[in-house]
């Protein structure tokens, strides 16, 4: 009885611990394909980058070490202040139209009892479209000539611009793309938030005489609060990294009035054959992003530990 | 690679959507909004109300629609009708024929055909591999486990642009094995998978599902595959749904990632090949183009329109 339950004891340890390898082994068995994918695609680009930006490779003749050559070089360019000053105001304007506008048609979407389905495929319509097609759509558009921007203007007994063509309305006239193309997620994610906003609220404060806008102001936004603060970092990470507009509108131009930083680390890769300094590039861009990331991380796990826990 | 704002958002406070039960008296008003229903229903609100709504949808339609109907419309003038101010509304001598000759002029099948390919692959690749992984992760629980989703995660941090030039590098030489991937759909594909976001979805998902169940098909003998595929995966529809959905989407308006590895113009997605072919084109040649490139995308949007939407706040599901 003793020994038998000893020998009982001791196999089923040892079972146990069978079946802890067998469970790591089919665990390890389903994550291999995603371990190699992640280790290839994300992980290790992460420190190539690193490398990258502290070599000099151009793939044909040898790599070698170079230190902080790389940064000397692109501090130089003159093109990578003006891709910092251009990224920057074009997140800044970005976010002044892609933010208050589509948080304003939520707003009013919000309101409206009718048509809503209508009003939703449409402003959603434009975020479908392959992004090329947008924004060759508009590069027509914006043609001084017949262009149906000039067009309009005209029509109406307005001044024409330049759009594109000029320095002082190429960054705008990409920001106007950006905000076309990109406002229907941005709206209908509003739209959900504040459906979420409990209509006692504004019962309340309704009988204690707020108006329309001190009812927005002070029950609106600050209930929506995190989800607008997510989108506000959201919104930053992308607008920073501008390409396609600036690559299919304006190639930087004219007189680099358009050159974004992401735009610029392409052109040293690709035109200049200097993959160290475009690694550079991106890894400034790195730790930037990564900051307002790691925001935007934090935001979100903190909105999820303070729902209530429910399945 | 994709955009940022392509993942979805959660909403605060997801409430399950209550709908008020309909009384015949306020048939047509939902929750309560910021405006009162009482002020709605005076006649002062009425006209204001009405005046809002035909405003919204004129000034939508203006906006959103008009520019479409002018690509449509404006593919069907001749090119000297393109050009002449001012600009006629409806094209005088409708020519659909363009389309034809964009179709054929400018190879768009085989583009489309391409694209379809890379959307395809990617959506059964990441399925496959995200699913596994934050299988073994949420129920099997092995050693490391958070290690590893943390390492997943933690690419979240990191948007994909900024990795471009590494990433590239490595598709065209990877590691160890020193294969060239570019204008192969591997390079495409591959990526794809490795996708934090999914991962995550998935796991919370995942986490959701009573491990008791597990336990007793493990009683009965089922091995982890088979768990997997008779219980997990039936209970998951909703959220592979949704994976499925920003698969595809991202795969399709993704512009930058092929642009760099399908160097080769018979290897591009559409919409690369249309933007590199665009300066040889005839001006409505290229709208002929941009209008049927954009019709899958408008064709997919009708029909999954409900599940795209409610995608877009993902986070908010259960979990």
């Known amino acids: 009885m003793d020994i038998s339950l000893s020998r009982g004891t001791r196999w089923s340890a040892r079972a146990r611990r069978g079946r802890g390898v067998r469970r790591n082994l089919t665990a390890y068995g389903f994550l291999c394909a995603a371990l190699v994918c992640f280790a290839l695609f994300s992980w290790y680009p992460i420190v190539r980058e690193v490398i990258l930006s502290f070599q000099k490779t151009n793939f044909i003749g040898e790599t070698k070490w170079v230190g902080l050559k790389n940064f000397h070089r692109i501090f130089q360019d003159p093109s990578f202040s003006a891709a910092w000053k251009n990224t920057a105001i074009f997140t800044l304007l970005a976010l002044i139209c892609g933010y208050a506008v589509p948080f304003v048609t939520a707003l009013l979407l919000n309101e409206l009892r009718h048509a809503r389905g209508y009003l939703r495929f449409v402003v959603y319509l434009p975020v479908m479209l392959p992004p090329a097609v947008s924004v060759l759509l508009f590069k027509w558009f914006y043609n001084p000539g017949p262009g149906l921007f000039n067009e309009i203007l005209r029509f109406v007994h307005l001044p024409t611009l330049a759009w594109l063509d000029s320095s002082k309305t190429a960054l705008i006239s990409l920001v106007i793309v950006a905000t076309w193309t990109n406002m229907g997620s941005g709206t209908l994610i509003y739209l959900a938030a504040l459906q979420t906003v409990p209509a006692e609220l504004y019962e309340a404060a309704e009988l204690d005489g707020a108006g329309l806008l001190r009812r927005i102001r002070h029950i609106t936004i600050p209930q929506t609060k995190l989800i607008l603060l997510v989108m506000l970092l959201l919104q930053i990470i992308a607008t920073m990294q501008v390409f396609i507009e600036p690559f299919l509108l304006t190639g930087g131009g004219p007189d680099n009035a358009t050159v974004s930083v992401v735009y610029l680390m392409y052109q040293y890769a690709f035109n200049f054959n200097n993959y160290g300094g475009g690694g550079a590039l991106g890894l400034m861009l790195m730790l930037v992003l990564v900051v307002f990331s790691a925001v935007y991380l934090r935001l979100s796990r903190d909105d999820r530990d303070s729902r209530p826990a429910r399945v | ?319």
């Open chain 2, 1 to 319: 690679m994709s955009n940022v704002l392509d993942r979805p958002v959660r909403t605060t406070h997801a409430r399950p959507a209550v709908r008020r039960a309909r009384s015949p008296r306020r048939a047509d008003t939902g929750p309560r909004t910021l405006v009162s229903p009482h002020s709605l229903r005076t006649r002062r609100g009425r006209v204001i109300y009405w005046t809002v709504l035909t405003l919204t949808v004129v000034v939508f339609t203006l906006v959103f629609v008009f520019p479409l109907y002018w690509m449509v419309t404006g593919a069907m003038k001749s090119s000297g009708e393109l050009v002449r101010m001012p600009p006629s509304v409806f094209p005088e001598h409708p020519h659909p024929g363009v389309y034809e000759k964009a179709w054929q002029q400018m190879d768009l099948g085989r583009y489309l055909l391409n694209t379809f390919i890379y959307a395809l692959g990617a959506w059964l690749i990441q399925v496959a591999v995200d699913v596994c992984a934050a299988f073994a992760l949420s129920k099997l629980r092995p050693i490391f486990g958070n290690v590893v989703l943390g390492g997943m995660l933690l690419t979240l941090m990191i948007p994909p642009t900024v990795l471009l030039l590494p990433a590239y590098l490595t598709v065209r030489d990877l590691p160890i094995l020193h294969l060239n991937l570019l204008n192969t759909p591997w390079a495409i594909w591959l990526p794809a998978a490795a996708n934090g976001f999914n991962i995550f979805l998935l796991k919370r998902f995942f986490d959701s599902i009573p491990s008791e169940l597990l336990e007793a098909a493990a009683i009965d003998g089922a091995s982890a595959p088979r768990m997997l595929w008779s219980i997990i995966l039936p209970v998951s529809r909703p959220i592979l749904g949704v994976v499925s959905i920003f698969a595809v989407v991202n795969v399709w308006k993704d512009f930058v990632w092929p642009l760099l590895v399908m160097p080769d113009t018979n290897r591009m997605p559409v919409s690369v090949a249309i933007s590199q072919l665009s300066q040889e084109m005839p001006q409505n040649v290229l709208i002929a183009a941009l209008v049927i490139a954009s019709i899958p995308a408008v064709v997919v949007f009708f029909v999954f329109q409900r599940n795209i939407m409610a995608g877009l706040t993902a986070g908010g599901l259960k979990g």
